[in-house]
Protein backbone atom coordinates (compact mmCIF):
# COMPACT_ATOMS: atom_id res chain seq x y z
CA UNK A 1 0.00 0.00 0.00
CA UNK A 2 2.78 2.27 0.74
CA UNK A 3 4.00 2.50 -2.78
CA UNK A 4 0.07 3.80 -3.45
CA UNK A 5 0.38 6.55 -0.98
CA UNK A 6 0.11 9.67 -3.22
CA UNK A 7 -2.76 8.15 -5.16
CA UNK A 8 -4.39 7.14 -1.96
CA UNK A 9 -4.33 10.38 -0.58
CA UNK A 10 -5.33 11.58 -3.73
CA UNK A 11 -7.77 9.73 -4.68
CA UNK A 12 -9.26 9.84 -0.25
CA UNK A 13 -9.19 13.67 -0.62
CA UNK A 14 -11.66 14.05 -3.95
CA UNK A 15 -13.57 11.01 -2.96
CA UNK A 16 -14.60 13.53 0.43
CA UNK A 17 -14.63 16.34 -1.40
CA UNK A 18 -17.73 15.24 -3.15
CA UNK A 19 -19.48 13.62 -0.79
CA UNK A 20 -19.41 17.22 1.08
CA UNK A 21 -20.88 18.39 -1.82
CA UNK A 22 -23.74 15.76 -1.34
CA UNK A 23 -24.50 16.88 1.97
CA UNK A 24 -24.51 20.70 0.74
CA UNK A 25 -26.74 19.31 -2.18
CA UNK A 26 -29.65 19.86 0.32
CA UNK A 27 -29.32 23.67 0.36
CA UNK A 28 -28.73 24.22 -3.61
CA UNK A 29 -31.66 25.29 -5.61
CA UNK A 30 -33.73 24.45 -2.02
CA UNK A 31 -37.64 24.35 -2.05
CA UNK A 32 -39.59 25.77 0.57
CA UNK A 33 -40.49 21.85 1.74
CA UNK A 34 -37.91 18.51 0.86
CA UNK A 35 -40.53 16.30 2.11
CA UNK A 36 -42.31 15.86 -1.26
CA UNK A 37 -41.24 13.33 -3.50
CA UNK A 38 -41.22 15.69 -6.44
CA UNK A 39 -38.34 17.61 -4.29
CA UNK A 40 -36.44 14.64 -2.72
CA UNK A 41 -37.17 12.22 -5.60
CA UNK A 42 -37.08 14.80 -8.78
CA UNK A 43 -35.40 17.52 -7.56
CA UNK A 44 -38.17 19.85 -8.15
CA UNK A 45 -38.45 19.15 -11.82
CA UNK A 46 -37.10 22.16 -12.33
CA UNK A 47 -33.28 21.07 -14.06
CA UNK A 48 -32.50 22.65 -17.26
CA UNK A 49 -30.35 22.15 -19.71
CA UNK A 50 -26.52 21.29 -18.21
CA UNK A 51 -27.40 20.15 -15.19
CA UNK A 52 -29.76 17.25 -16.99
CA UNK A 53 -26.49 16.94 -19.10
CA UNK A 54 -24.62 15.88 -16.39
CA UNK A 55 -27.65 14.19 -14.67
CA UNK A 56 -28.21 12.25 -17.05
CA UNK A 57 -24.96 11.20 -18.72
CA UNK A 58 -23.62 10.62 -15.24
CA UNK A 59 -26.63 8.20 -14.67
CA UNK A 60 -26.02 6.05 -17.91
CA UNK A 61 -22.42 6.55 -18.27
CA UNK A 62 -20.90 4.86 -15.02
CA UNK A 63 -18.08 3.77 -13.00
CA UNK A 64 -18.48 0.10 -14.18
CA UNK A 65 -18.94 1.09 -17.65
CA UNK A 66 -15.61 2.98 -17.05
CA UNK A 67 -13.56 -0.02 -16.22
CA UNK A 68 -16.18 -3.21 -17.93
CA UNK A 69 -16.28 -2.18 -21.25
CA UNK A 70 -12.57 -2.09 -21.94
CA UNK A 71 -11.95 -5.27 -19.99
CA UNK A 72 -14.05 -6.78 -22.31
CA UNK A 73 -12.60 -5.14 -25.33
CA UNK A 74 -9.43 -6.43 -23.43
CA UNK A 75 -10.28 -10.19 -23.21
CA UNK A 76 -12.65 -10.81 -25.96
CA UNK A 77 -11.77 -8.54 -29.01
CA UNK A 78 -14.39 -6.60 -31.10
CA UNK A 79 -17.11 -8.17 -29.48
CA UNK A 80 -16.73 -5.44 -26.47
CA UNK A 81 -17.66 -2.87 -28.44
CA UNK A 82 -21.28 -3.38 -28.59
CA UNK A 83 -21.86 -1.13 -26.32
CA UNK A 84 -20.74 2.67 -28.46
CA UNK A 85 -23.30 1.20 -31.41
CA UNK A 86 -26.10 0.89 -28.47
CA UNK A 87 -25.56 4.11 -26.87
CA UNK A 88 -25.41 5.75 -30.71
CA UNK A 89 -28.94 4.49 -31.83
CA UNK A 90 -30.15 4.73 -27.85
CA UNK A 91 -30.78 8.68 -28.56
CA UNK A 92 -32.87 8.60 -31.94
CA UNK A 93 -34.84 5.99 -31.32
CA UNK A 94 -35.91 7.70 -27.82
CA UNK A 95 -35.78 11.15 -28.89
CA UNK A 96 -40.07 11.20 -29.09
CA UNK A 97 -40.57 8.88 -26.65
CA UNK A 98 -39.22 10.53 -23.86
CA UNK A 99 -40.68 14.21 -24.56
CA UNK A 100 -44.01 12.13 -23.92
CA UNK A 101 -43.23 10.55 -21.32
CA UNK A 102 -42.31 13.73 -19.54
CA UNK A 103 -45.33 15.43 -20.64
CA UNK A 104 -47.73 13.21 -19.09
CA UNK A 105 -45.89 12.60 -16.27
CA UNK A 106 -45.79 16.49 -15.42
CA UNK A 107 -49.37 16.67 -16.29
CA UNK A 108 -50.92 13.95 -13.69
CA UNK A 109 -47.58 14.28 -11.27
CA UNK A 110 -46.53 10.78 -12.26
CA UNK A 111 -42.91 9.88 -10.59
CA UNK A 112 -42.52 6.60 -11.99
CA UNK A 113 -42.81 4.63 -15.46
CA UNK A 114 -45.38 2.11 -13.27
CA UNK A 115 -47.46 5.74 -12.20
CA UNK A 116 -48.20 5.92 -16.17
CA UNK A 117 -49.30 2.19 -16.81
CA UNK A 118 -51.69 2.75 -13.84
CA UNK A 119 -53.56 5.33 -15.11
CA UNK A 120 -52.78 4.69 -18.97
CA UNK A 121 -54.46 1.35 -18.55
CA UNK A 122 -56.06 1.06 -15.35
CA UNK A 123 -54.55 -2.01 -14.26
CA UNK A 124 -53.01 -1.49 -10.83
CA UNK A 125 -51.73 -5.24 -11.36
CA UNK A 126 -50.02 -4.38 -14.31
CA UNK A 127 -48.24 -1.16 -13.00
CA UNK A 128 -47.08 -3.81 -9.67
CA UNK A 129 -45.25 -5.86 -12.21
CA UNK A 130 -44.11 -2.94 -14.20
CA UNK A 131 -42.65 -1.61 -10.68
CA UNK A 132 -41.34 -5.07 -8.99
CA UNK A 133 -39.89 -5.42 -12.53
CA UNK A 134 -37.79 -2.03 -12.48
CA UNK A 135 -36.71 -2.91 -8.45
CA UNK A 136 -35.66 -6.15 -9.45
CA UNK A 137 -33.52 -4.73 -12.75
CA UNK A 138 -32.21 -1.93 -10.70
CA UNK A 139 -30.59 -3.88 -7.97
CA UNK A 140 -27.50 -5.96 -9.57
CA UNK A 141 -27.16 -2.55 -11.07
CA UNK A 142 -26.09 -1.03 -8.46
CA UNK A 143 -23.75 -3.31 -7.01
CA UNK A 144 -21.85 -3.24 -10.21
CA UNK A 145 -20.75 0.25 -8.77
CA UNK A 146 -18.97 -1.45 -6.36
CA UNK A 147 -17.51 -3.61 -8.65
CA UNK A 148 -15.74 -0.10 -10.00
CA UNK A 149 -14.55 1.01 -6.58
CA UNK A 150 -13.24 -2.43 -6.18
CA UNK A 151 -10.87 -2.72 -9.06
CA UNK A 152 -10.06 0.74 -7.71
CA UNK A 153 -9.63 -0.06 -4.52
CA UNK A 154 -7.48 -3.60 -4.90
CA UNK A 155 -4.99 -1.80 -7.68
CA UNK A 156 -4.15 1.05 -4.82
CA UNK A 157 -3.34 -2.44 -2.75
CA UNK A 158 -6.35 -1.06 0.15
CA UNK A 159 -7.64 -4.94 -0.24
CA UNK A 160 -7.36 -7.50 3.04
CA UNK A 161 -7.27 -10.66 3.07
CA UNK A 162 -10.95 -11.60 4.99
CA UNK A 163 -13.95 -10.64 3.64
CA UNK A 164 -14.68 -7.57 5.78
CA UNK A 165 -11.30 -6.35 5.57
CA UNK A 166 -11.20 -6.63 1.53
CA UNK A 167 -14.97 -5.07 1.84
CA UNK A 168 -14.76 -2.30 4.81
CA UNK A 169 -13.46 0.71 2.31
CA UNK A 170 -16.52 -0.48 -0.56
CA UNK A 171 -18.83 -0.51 3.27
CA UNK A 172 -17.63 3.10 4.38
CA UNK A 173 -18.42 4.37 0.96
CA UNK A 174 -21.87 3.15 0.07
CA UNK A 175 -22.54 4.24 4.43
CA UNK A 176 -21.28 8.08 2.92
CA UNK A 177 -23.26 7.68 -0.16
CA UNK A 178 -26.34 6.62 2.00
CA UNK A 179 -26.07 9.45 4.40
CA UNK A 180 -26.17 12.57 2.10
CA UNK A 181 -28.67 10.84 -1.15
CA UNK A 182 -30.63 10.23 2.52
CA UNK A 183 -30.47 13.80 3.46
CA UNK A 184 -30.48 15.41 0.06
CA UNK A 185 -32.54 13.38 -2.74
CA UNK A 186 -31.75 13.82 -5.85
CA UNK A 187 -30.09 16.94 -5.77
CA UNK A 188 -26.83 15.16 -4.38
CA UNK A 189 -25.88 13.22 -7.94
CA UNK A 190 -27.36 16.14 -10.09
CA UNK A 191 -24.37 18.56 -8.22
CA UNK A 192 -21.87 15.55 -8.01
CA UNK A 193 -22.27 14.92 -11.48
CA UNK A 194 -20.69 18.04 -12.37
CA UNK A 195 -17.26 17.05 -10.75
CA UNK A 196 -17.62 13.30 -11.95
CA UNK A 197 -18.21 13.83 -16.14
CA UNK A 198 -15.47 17.12 -15.63
CA UNK A 199 -12.69 14.09 -14.10
CA UNK A 200 -13.56 11.77 -16.72
CA UNK A 201 -13.55 14.06 -19.25
CA UNK A 202 -10.20 15.64 -18.62
CA UNK A 203 -8.74 12.08 -17.87
CA UNK A 204 -9.68 10.66 -21.04
CA UNK A 205 -8.17 13.28 -22.79
CA UNK A 206 -4.88 12.98 -21.37
CA UNK A 207 -4.94 9.08 -21.36
CA UNK A 208 -6.05 8.69 -25.83
CA UNK A 209 -2.65 11.79 -26.29
CA UNK A 210 -0.53 10.41 -23.57
CA UNK A 211 -0.64 6.48 -23.86
CA UNK A 212 -0.43 6.16 -27.36
CA UNK A 213 2.73 8.41 -27.51
CA UNK A 214 3.91 5.82 -24.34
CA UNK A 215 2.94 2.77 -26.48
CA UNK A 216 4.70 3.72 -30.17
CA UNK A 217 1.25 4.92 -31.59
CA UNK A 218 -2.00 3.09 -33.03
CA UNK A 219 -0.68 1.42 -34.74
CA UNK A 220 1.10 -0.43 -32.72
CA UNK A 221 -1.77 -0.42 -29.86
CA UNK A 222 -3.35 -2.25 -32.72
CA UNK A 223 -1.03 -4.88 -33.43
CA UNK A 224 -0.42 -5.46 -30.37
CA UNK A 225 -4.25 -6.45 -29.86
CA UNK A 226 -4.27 -8.28 -33.16
CA UNK A 227 -1.57 -10.38 -32.09
CA UNK A 228 -2.58 -11.38 -28.57
CA UNK A 229 -6.10 -12.68 -30.31
CA UNK A 230 -4.66 -14.44 -33.13
CA UNK A 231 -2.28 -16.28 -30.98
CA UNK A 232 -5.50 -17.22 -28.58
CA UNK A 233 -5.98 -21.25 -28.62
CA UNK A 234 -9.71 -20.53 -28.06
CA UNK A 235 -11.33 -18.69 -31.54
CA UNK A 236 -13.13 -15.74 -31.33
CA UNK A 237 -13.41 -12.44 -32.13
CA UNK A 238 -9.98 -10.35 -32.79
CA UNK A 239 -9.83 -6.81 -33.53
CA UNK A 240 -12.20 -7.63 -36.05
CA UNK A 241 -16.00 -9.07 -35.39
CA UNK A 242 -15.73 -12.97 -35.84
CA UNK A 243 -18.74 -13.54 -38.31
CA UNK A 244 -20.18 -16.25 -36.15
CA UNK A 245 -21.08 -13.30 -33.52
CA UNK A 246 -22.80 -10.57 -35.76
CA UNK A 247 -26.13 -12.19 -34.66
CA UNK A 248 -25.48 -11.85 -31.16
CA UNK A 249 -23.77 -8.41 -31.82
CA UNK A 250 -26.80 -6.45 -33.14
CA UNK A 251 -29.53 -7.95 -31.09
CA UNK A 252 -27.48 -7.23 -28.47
CA UNK A 253 -26.87 -3.90 -29.13
CA UNK A 254 -30.86 -3.42 -30.27
CA UNK A 255 -31.96 -5.00 -27.42
CA UNK A 256 -29.63 -2.88 -24.86
CA UNK A 257 -30.60 0.27 -26.78
CA UNK A 258 -34.27 -0.44 -25.99
CA UNK A 259 -33.58 -1.48 -22.21
CA UNK A 260 -31.77 1.31 -21.21
CA UNK A 261 -34.31 4.17 -21.04
CA UNK A 262 -36.74 1.29 -19.54
CA UNK A 263 -34.25 1.32 -15.98
CA UNK A 264 -35.90 3.34 -13.74
CA UNK A 265 -33.06 5.44 -12.84
CA UNK A 266 -32.75 6.46 -16.21
CA UNK A 267 -36.34 7.70 -16.49
CA UNK A 268 -35.77 9.72 -13.07
CA UNK A 269 -32.97 11.79 -14.69
CA UNK A 270 -35.29 12.80 -17.72
CA UNK A 271 -38.75 13.26 -15.44
CA UNK A 272 -36.59 15.82 -13.30
CA UNK A 273 -35.78 18.06 -16.54
CA UNK A 274 -37.50 21.40 -16.41
CA UNK A 275 -39.33 21.16 -19.74
CA UNK A 276 -39.37 19.24 -23.20
CA UNK A 277 -37.21 21.37 -25.06
CA UNK A 278 -34.21 20.12 -22.75
CA UNK A 279 -34.91 16.78 -23.16
CA UNK A 280 -34.71 17.46 -27.16
CA UNK A 281 -31.50 18.81 -26.69
CA UNK A 282 -29.91 16.48 -24.10
CA UNK A 283 -31.13 13.54 -26.72
CA UNK A 284 -29.86 15.49 -29.15
CA UNK A 285 -26.34 16.19 -27.20
CA UNK A 286 -25.68 13.17 -25.39
CA UNK A 287 -24.15 11.35 -28.42
CA UNK A 288 -20.69 12.94 -27.25
CA UNK A 289 -20.85 10.96 -23.95
CA UNK A 290 -20.76 7.82 -26.81
CA UNK A 291 -17.53 9.59 -28.76
CA UNK A 292 -16.32 9.34 -25.06
CA UNK A 293 -16.99 6.01 -24.68
CA UNK A 294 -15.43 4.88 -27.89
CA UNK A 295 -11.95 6.27 -26.90
CA UNK A 296 -12.84 4.56 -23.16
CA UNK A 297 -13.37 0.99 -24.78
CA UNK A 298 -10.10 1.30 -26.56
CA UNK A 299 -8.28 1.60 -23.23
CA UNK A 300 -8.79 -2.30 -23.19
CA UNK A 301 -6.30 -2.54 -26.23
CA UNK A 302 -3.81 -0.13 -25.04
CA UNK A 303 -3.37 -2.39 -21.77
CA UNK A 304 -2.76 -5.17 -24.29
CA UNK A 305 0.06 -3.17 -26.02
CA UNK A 306 1.27 -2.18 -22.52
CA UNK A 307 1.63 -5.50 -20.99
CA UNK A 308 -1.00 -5.19 -18.40
CA UNK A 309 -1.54 -8.53 -16.33
CA UNK A 310 -5.19 -8.43 -14.43
CA UNK A 311 -4.71 -8.89 -10.49
CA UNK A 312 -6.27 -12.39 -9.22
CA UNK A 313 -9.55 -12.50 -8.45
CA UNK A 314 -11.79 -13.72 -5.90
CA UNK A 315 -11.22 -17.56 -6.50
CA UNK A 316 -8.18 -19.12 -6.55
CA UNK A 317 -6.60 -19.46 -9.89
CA UNK A 318 -9.18 -17.07 -11.36
CA UNK A 319 -8.26 -13.11 -12.74
CA UNK A 320 -10.10 -10.00 -12.26
CA UNK A 321 -10.33 -8.24 -15.52
CA UNK A 322 -11.81 -5.07 -13.95
CA UNK A 323 -8.62 -4.39 -12.82
CA UNK A 324 -6.76 -3.72 -16.58
CA UNK A 325 -7.81 0.17 -16.81
CA UNK A 326 -6.53 1.27 -13.28
CA UNK A 327 -3.41 -0.95 -13.63
CA UNK A 328 -2.85 0.70 -16.96
CA UNK A 329 -3.31 3.82 -15.08
CA UNK A 330 -0.74 3.08 -12.46
CA UNK A 331 1.66 1.95 -14.90
CA UNK A 332 1.69 4.75 -17.52
CA UNK A 333 0.70 7.59 -15.44
CA UNK A 334 2.57 9.54 -12.46
CA UNK A 335 1.13 8.77 -9.24
CA UNK A 336 -0.44 12.14 -8.64
CA UNK A 337 -2.29 11.47 -12.24
CA UNK A 338 -3.12 8.03 -11.31
CA UNK A 339 -4.91 9.45 -8.06
CA UNK A 340 -7.23 11.69 -9.84
CA UNK A 341 -8.05 9.11 -12.72
CA UNK A 342 -8.98 6.62 -9.82
CA UNK A 343 -11.15 9.07 -7.79
CA UNK A 344 -12.71 9.68 -11.00
CA UNK A 345 -13.60 5.80 -11.26
CA UNK A 346 -14.41 5.90 -7.76
CA UNK A 347 -16.51 9.20 -7.96
CA UNK A 348 -18.26 8.13 -11.15
CA UNK A 349 -20.42 5.28 -9.19
CA UNK A 350 -21.43 7.81 -6.42
CA UNK A 351 -23.72 9.61 -9.23
CA UNK A 352 -25.64 6.28 -10.62
CA UNK A 353 -25.57 4.48 -7.59
CA UNK A 354 -27.49 7.11 -5.84
CA UNK A 355 -29.93 7.84 -9.01
CA UNK A 356 -30.69 4.19 -8.73
CA UNK A 357 -31.31 4.14 -5.16
CA UNK A 358 -33.93 6.85 -5.40
CA UNK A 359 -35.43 5.45 -8.76
CA UNK A 360 -36.02 2.14 -6.87
CA UNK A 361 -37.33 4.03 -3.58
CA UNK A 362 -39.66 6.02 -5.70
CA UNK A 363 -41.43 2.51 -7.40
CA UNK A 364 -41.33 1.15 -4.21
CA UNK A 365 -43.13 4.14 -2.23
CA UNK A 366 -45.77 4.99 -5.05
CA UNK A 367 -46.70 1.59 -6.73
CA UNK A 368 -46.52 -0.51 -3.87
CA UNK A 369 -46.41 1.48 -0.28
CA UNK A 370 -49.09 3.74 -1.29
CA UNK A 371 -51.13 1.44 -3.84
CA UNK A 372 -51.41 -1.68 -1.43
CA UNK A 373 -50.01 -0.49 2.32
CA UNK A 374 -51.00 3.02 2.94
CA UNK A 375 -53.63 4.78 -0.05
CA UNK A 376 -54.18 7.75 2.20
CA UNK A 377 -50.06 8.44 2.65
CA UNK A 378 -49.32 12.12 2.61
CA UNK A 379 -46.86 13.20 0.58
CA UNK A 380 -44.54 14.08 3.50
CA UNK A 381 -45.10 10.10 4.36
CA UNK A 382 -44.09 9.23 0.99
CA UNK A 383 -40.84 11.15 1.60
CA UNK A 384 -39.92 9.48 4.11
CA UNK A 385 -40.99 6.09 3.05
CA UNK A 386 -38.85 6.87 -0.02
CA UNK A 387 -35.69 7.67 2.29
CA UNK A 388 -35.83 5.06 4.04
CA UNK A 389 -36.29 2.17 1.41
CA UNK A 390 -33.38 4.14 -0.61
CA UNK A 391 -31.17 2.93 2.62
CA UNK A 392 -32.37 -0.59 2.31
CA UNK A 393 -31.70 -0.93 -1.52
CA UNK A 394 -28.13 0.49 -0.79
CA UNK A 395 -27.79 -2.35 1.63
CA UNK A 396 -29.03 -4.91 -0.48
CA UNK A 397 -26.34 -3.70 -3.31
CA UNK A 398 -23.67 -4.09 -0.66
CA UNK A 399 -24.59 -7.39 0.18
CA UNK A 400 -24.75 -8.29 -3.73
CA UNK A 401 -21.25 -7.68 -3.57
CA UNK A 402 -20.23 -9.29 0.09
CA UNK A 403 -21.86 -12.44 -0.17
CA UNK A 404 -21.87 -13.19 -3.95
CA UNK A 405 -18.79 -13.59 -6.46
CA UNK A 406 -18.43 -10.19 -8.65
CA UNK A 407 -18.63 -12.07 -11.49
CA UNK A 408 -22.24 -13.27 -10.89
CA UNK A 409 -23.22 -9.89 -10.21
CA UNK A 410 -22.66 -9.57 -13.64
CA UNK A 411 -23.82 -12.17 -15.05
CA UNK A 412 -26.87 -10.69 -12.64
CA UNK A 413 -27.21 -7.14 -14.37
CA UNK A 414 -26.81 -9.39 -17.97
CA UNK A 415 -30.25 -10.47 -16.67
CA UNK A 416 -31.11 -7.28 -15.69
CA UNK A 417 -31.44 -5.91 -19.13
CA UNK A 418 -33.37 -9.24 -20.48
CA UNK A 419 -35.76 -8.58 -17.29
CA UNK A 420 -36.31 -4.52 -18.25
CA UNK A 421 -37.03 -5.00 -21.49
CA UNK A 422 -40.17 -6.69 -20.99
CA UNK A 423 -41.74 -3.49 -19.89
CA UNK A 424 -41.50 -2.14 -23.34
CA UNK A 425 -44.78 -3.03 -24.69
CA UNK A 426 -46.91 -1.30 -21.77
CA UNK A 427 -44.14 1.79 -21.60
CA UNK A 428 -42.80 2.36 -25.09
CA UNK A 429 -45.86 1.48 -27.16
CA UNK A 430 -48.42 2.62 -24.13
CA UNK A 431 -46.95 6.14 -24.86
CA UNK A 432 -48.20 6.26 -28.24
CA UNK A 433 -51.47 3.80 -28.57
CA UNK A 434 -53.42 2.30 -26.03
CA UNK A 435 -55.36 -0.66 -28.28
CA UNK A 436 -53.06 -3.40 -26.29
CA UNK A 437 -55.30 -4.89 -23.92
CA UNK A 438 -54.53 -4.74 -20.16
CA UNK A 439 -54.31 -7.96 -19.53
CA UNK A 440 -52.82 -8.94 -22.67
CA UNK A 441 -49.69 -6.90 -21.97
CA UNK A 442 -49.84 -8.60 -18.57
CA UNK A 443 -50.21 -11.96 -20.30
CA UNK A 444 -46.99 -10.89 -22.68
CA UNK A 445 -45.08 -9.97 -19.74
CA UNK A 446 -45.45 -13.64 -18.34
CA UNK A 447 -44.72 -15.21 -21.28
CA UNK A 448 -41.44 -12.84 -22.27
CA UNK A 449 -40.11 -13.70 -18.51
CA UNK A 450 -40.79 -17.09 -18.90
CA UNK A 451 -39.10 -18.08 -21.94
CA UNK A 452 -36.14 -15.49 -21.05
CA UNK A 453 -35.58 -17.44 -17.76
CA UNK A 454 -36.15 -20.59 -20.10
CA UNK A 455 -33.24 -19.21 -22.32
CA UNK A 456 -30.81 -17.64 -19.65
CA UNK A 457 -31.21 -21.43 -17.55
CA UNK A 458 -29.76 -23.04 -21.04
CA UNK A 459 -26.08 -20.65 -20.85
CA UNK A 460 -23.30 -22.26 -19.05
CA UNK A 461 -20.58 -19.86 -18.23
CA UNK A 462 -16.96 -21.68 -18.70
CA UNK A 463 -14.92 -19.11 -16.75
CA UNK A 464 -16.94 -19.25 -13.89
CA UNK A 465 -18.41 -23.27 -14.31
CA UNK A 466 -22.14 -22.28 -14.00
CA UNK A 467 -24.20 -24.24 -15.58
CA UNK A 468 -26.70 -21.57 -15.63
CA UNK A 469 -27.72 -18.18 -15.94
CA UNK A 470 -24.25 -17.81 -17.36
CA UNK A 471 -25.00 -14.80 -19.56
CA UNK A 472 -27.37 -13.80 -22.22
CA UNK A 473 -26.26 -15.30 -25.74
CA UNK A 474 -28.15 -17.88 -26.35
CA UNK A 475 -27.44 -20.48 -29.29
CA UNK A 476 -29.81 -20.39 -32.14
CA UNK A 477 -29.09 -24.58 -32.69
CA UNK A 478 -31.86 -24.68 -29.73
CA UNK A 479 -34.46 -23.02 -32.55
CA UNK A 480 -33.09 -25.62 -34.47
CA UNK A 481 -30.88 -22.92 -36.50
CA UNK A 482 -27.46 -21.95 -37.04
CA UNK A 483 -25.43 -23.55 -34.34
CA UNK A 484 -22.27 -21.69 -34.67
CA UNK A 485 -24.69 -18.54 -33.97
CA UNK A 486 -26.10 -17.02 -30.83
CA UNK A 487 -28.46 -14.44 -30.20
CA UNK A 488 -29.41 -12.35 -27.01
CA UNK A 489 -32.35 -13.40 -24.97
CA UNK A 490 -33.68 -10.37 -24.57
CA UNK A 491 -34.19 -9.29 -28.24
CA UNK A 492 -36.13 -12.89 -28.60
CA UNK A 493 -38.25 -12.60 -25.32
CA UNK A 494 -39.42 -8.96 -26.09
CA UNK A 495 -40.54 -10.55 -29.60
CA UNK A 496 -42.61 -13.01 -27.82
CA UNK A 497 -43.57 -11.07 -25.53
CA UNK A 498 -45.41 -8.70 -28.01
CA UNK A 499 -46.62 -11.33 -29.79
CA UNK A 500 -48.73 -12.69 -27.20
CA UNK A 501 -50.05 -9.25 -26.08
CA UNK A 502 -51.30 -8.38 -29.48
CA UNK A 503 -52.75 -12.54 -30.05
CA UNK A 504 -54.18 -12.10 -26.35
CA UNK A 505 -55.79 -8.35 -27.55
CA UNK A 506 -57.45 -9.40 -30.42
CA UNK A 507 -58.79 -12.25 -28.55
CA UNK A 508 -59.99 -10.01 -25.42
CA UNK A 509 -61.59 -7.68 -28.10
CA UNK A 510 -63.56 -10.93 -29.39
CA UNK A 511 -64.56 -12.03 -26.01
CA UNK A 512 -65.40 -8.00 -25.69
CA UNK A 513 -63.47 -7.78 -21.85
CA UNK A 514 -63.61 -4.39 -20.76
CA UNK A 515 -60.08 -2.85 -21.19
CA UNK A 516 -60.15 -0.76 -18.51
CA UNK A 517 -60.63 3.39 -18.63
CA UNK A 518 -57.41 5.57 -20.12
CA UNK A 519 -56.67 7.91 -17.85
CA UNK A 520 -54.88 10.29 -19.48
CA UNK A 521 -55.91 12.30 -22.77
CA UNK A 522 -54.78 12.85 -25.85
CA UNK A 523 -53.15 16.26 -25.25
CA UNK A 524 -51.72 15.39 -21.97
CA UNK A 525 -48.56 14.27 -24.56
CA UNK A 526 -47.34 17.59 -25.50
CA UNK A 527 -47.87 19.44 -22.16
CA UNK A 528 -44.69 22.18 -21.75
CA UNK A 529 -43.49 24.05 -18.92
CA UNK A 530 -45.67 26.86 -18.28
CA UNK A 531 -48.82 24.58 -19.07
CA UNK A 532 -51.97 25.81 -16.76
CA UNK A 533 -53.26 22.31 -16.76
CA UNK A 534 -50.08 20.67 -15.03
CA UNK A 535 -51.07 19.32 -11.61
CA UNK A 536 -48.76 19.08 -8.73
CA UNK A 537 -50.14 17.60 -5.26
CA UNK A 538 -48.82 19.82 -2.04
CA UNK A 539 -50.57 19.10 1.19
CA UNK A 540 -52.39 16.50 -0.18
CA UNK A 541 -54.30 18.88 -1.94
CA UNK A 542 -54.09 19.02 -6.09
CA UNK A 543 -53.15 22.78 -7.27
CA UNK A 544 -53.39 23.68 -11.05
CA UNK A 545 -49.59 25.68 -10.97
CA UNK A 546 -46.61 26.34 -13.82
CA UNK A 547 -44.19 23.44 -13.86
CA UNK A 548 -41.37 24.22 -11.44
Not at 151 to 175: C, N, Q, Y
Not at 318 to 341: H, R, Y
Not at 388 to 394: I, M
Request: glycine share 8%; proline share 5%.
Amino acid sequence: MSEHLTEIIIFTTLFLLVSGMGFVAARWRAPQDMAHLDEWGLGGRSFGGWITWFLVGGDLYTAYTFVAVPALMFGAGAAGFFAVPYTVVIYPLFFLVLIRLWSVSHRHGFVTPADFVRTRYDSPTLALLIAVTGIVATMPYIALQLVGIEAVLKTMGVTGDSPLARHAPIIIAFAILAAYTYQSGLRAPALIAFVKDTLIYVVIAVAVIYLPYKLGGWGAIFDAADAKFTASPAPGDGIILNANNQVQYFTLALGSALALFLYPHSITGVLASRNRDVIKRNMSALPAYSFLLGLIALLGFMAIAAGVKPLPGAKPGSVDSNTVVPLLFDMKFPAWFAGIAFAAIGIGALVPAAIMSIAAANLFTRNIYKEYLKRDATPAQEASVAKVTSLVVKIGAVAFIVFLDPQFSIDLQLIGGVIILQTAPSVILGLYKRWLHRGALIAGWAAGMVLAFWMLWQIPNAATKRAHFGGSAFPLSEFGLDSSKTIYVGFVAVLANLAVAVLVTWWLRVMKVAPGVDGTSPDDYFADEGDPRIEKERAGTVDTVSST
